[in-house]
């Protein structure tokens, strides 16, 4: 079993200051994983996400939206959005009855890469180290953090 003050060879005034540092690090390191698992897709996490977010609405989303519903609430999501139209993963929808709203929809081509994105990404390796009811105490924990928010 890993033992983060070891990996990083530092220990810590207490135990909630070592669970803060834990989850910052834990964050990054997934975080390198999805770059890595994406980059053959040639996309970004963030551009998965948005994928996954339109996918799942079944229907067009004001940018607007999309920005909200983000897992990792990016500045730059115009941006995402620009570069997976010149993918032509999404197209944009000028809305009739005013002109500064666009919609946002997924494209059949969008829908393919998350196709091929789901028949490997279903399973996780390190999540085999968790069981379950881990998983579910550990989610909880984490929306506990959030809680005085």
């Known amino acids: 079993m890993g033992d983060f003050a070891k990996e990083i060879k530092s220990s810590f005034p ?20 999805q770059v890595a698992f994406f980059k053959p897709f040639g996309l970004s996490p963030q551009q998965y996400n948005i994928l996954r977010i339109l996918r799942g609405a079944n229907k067009p989303l004001k940018v607007q939206t999309i920005k909200e519903r983000m897992i990792e609430r990016s500045p730059n999501a115009t941006r ?17 009855n005013d002109r500064r709203v666009v919609y946002i929809n997924i494209s059949s081509k969008g829908l393919d890469i ?9 399973k996780h390796p390190f999540l ?22």
């Open 114 to 122: 998350l196709g091929q994105i789901d028949t490997q990404n279903n």
């Open 80 to 96: 995402l959005m620009d570069k997976l139209r010149e993918k032509e993963l999404i197209e944009r929808i000028a809305c009739e």
């Open 14 to 33: 207490n135990d909630k200051v070592k669970a803060l540092l834990n989850i910052i690090y834990t964050s990054n390191w997934i975080n390198s994983l």
């Open 128 to 149: 085999d180290n968790i069981s379950d009811k881990e998983a579910s105490v550990l989610s909880h924990l984490l929306d506990k953090l959030r809680d005085k928010q």
